[in-house]
């Protein structure tokens, strides 16, 4: 990446693991050092949660900046990871 540089990434990681993902991150940090910019379109918690980002949401209007910890996405992936049997019944009754 060029010092300095503007990059405007859109899902980047749509074909990353959550590993390539924290190792992109450490990309984005070590060019972010060197001045870069990054405005990036996402649905990633570990992408929303670069230090001292400003996260907007689309999901309402007006846009609007939000906390990372009270983003739906975040919240979601939370709920589901400390119990993910409760989602997985909640979808296969529904599906009955």
Do not use: N
């Amino acid at each position: 990446m060029v010092p300095g540089g503007l990059y405007l990434l859109d899902e980047p990681e749509a074909a990353l693991s959550p590993q390539s993902q924290l190792a992109f991150l450490a990309m984005i940090k070590d060019s972010v050092d060197d001045g870069g910019q990054f405005l990036i379109a996402t649905h990633s918690p570990i992408l929303m949660a670069i230090p001292g980002a400003t996260i907007y949401s689309f999901d309402g209007r007006p846009v609007e900046a939000m906390q990372f910890e009270d983003l739906e996405h975040v919240v979601l992936m939370r709920e589901f990871l400390a119990a993910p049997e409760r989602f997985l019944r909640h979808l296969w009754t529904e599906g009955d």
